[in-house]
């Protein structure tokens, strides 16, 4: 055992594109197209060591697209750019323009030899003045409908090349419905894997039964993992939870990182990705136990 996966950033929630050349010509008219790293170094020095290399795509969060290019944003009901709570622009999920950019994006990845592309921020806004936003050219269809065509139009687009093809969802959206768009039920018939972000520290008093569910790590990813079960029955997708190897209170232990990887074990995962934020992780927890 041991690290086998990274993920690296392609277009994070800035909306920045992390290189330059091999970015789509409106990335880099637009100036989202930075000079972070140089794709085809990074996939090839990470295969020479046998790492599975994943590129993150958000899609729908893009402060500099909808600045630079308003008529591809959600507007307010006053016409301007409508923000979140953050005050961060999001493109319009229904703009077939917004869906080719990041396809177009996600495609300069794979071309640079990424294996995998993930989606993130595939949905509606979850804050903000929901009640103010306009949507230009929405459908009468339900959002988790619109979402889950974009994730098959981007799939049938980047499978020809070779990649796989997965999306970020909450790790409540199998519980319940977070009026987002997100249905793992839909998902799973489409994207080669669905990652829930099962952070305990992120669930509320008395969520799946739990008093306090950051103190119980591996009973929360255990519950969330379980609805995932059910609702992606049927599906192909494989199912790789997000842990959690950071917390938003008190201290990480080892000991947390284990009981989550434990239950995502029990649950016959395929796999786990940990997440940190500051880039520092518990190591000792990738090794057999």
């Known amino acids: 055992l041991g690290l086998n ?34 794709p085809v170094k990074a996939a090839t020095e990470l295969h020479e060591q046998g790492i599975y290399l994943i590129g993150r795509v958000v899609c729908f969060e893009d402060p500099i697209l909808s600045a630079k290019r308003p008529e591809l944003a959600i507007r307010s009901t006053g016409g301007a750019v409508w923000r979140n709570d953050a ?3 999001w493109t319009n999920p229904y703009d ?7 396809v177009e994006v996600a495609k300069s990845a794979v071309r640079a030899g990424f294996d995998e592309i993930q989606f993130d921020y595939v949905r509606f806004p979850s804050d903000g003045d929901i009640e103010t936003a306009v949507f230009a050219g929405r459908r009468r269809e339900s959002m988790a409908a619109t979402i889950s065509r974009f994730v098959h139009y ?14 970020d969802v909450f790790g409540l959206s199998a519980a319940r419905n977070l009026g987002i768009g997100q249905s793992p ?13 099962t952070y305990p520290s992120h669930y509320g008093t008395g969520e799946y039964g739990l008093a306090d569910p950051s103190a119980t790590p591996g009973r929360t990813v255990g519950r969330s ?3 995932f079960r059910r609702q992606m029955r049927g599906g192909k997708a494989k199912l790789i939870p997000w842990l959690e190897d950071f917390t938003l209170g008190g201290t990480t232990t080892l000991q947390k990182v284990r009981e989550q990887i434990r239950a995502a074990r029990r649950w016959k995962t ?20």
């Open 87 to 89: 005050g961060l622009g």
């Open 270 to 289: 395929a796999g786990f990705l940990l997440w940190n934020p500051s880039g520092v992780y518990t190591m000792e927890a990738l090794t057999a136990r």
């Open 225 to 227: 993992l379980r609805d």
């Open 154 to 167: 981007a799939a049938n687009r980047l499978r020809p090349l070779g990649a796989r093809v997965s999306v």
């Open 5 to 38: 996966t990274i993920e690296l950033d392609v277009k994070d929630e800035n909306g920045d594109v992390a290189y330059h050349e091999l970015a789509p010509s409106l990335a880099r008219h637009v100036g989202s197209a930075k000079r972070y790293y140089d």
């Open 96 to 102: 077939k323009r917004v869906w080719n950019y990041n």
């Open 185 to 197: 039920r839909r998902l799973a018939r489409i994207v080669d894997a669905i990652y829930p972000m």
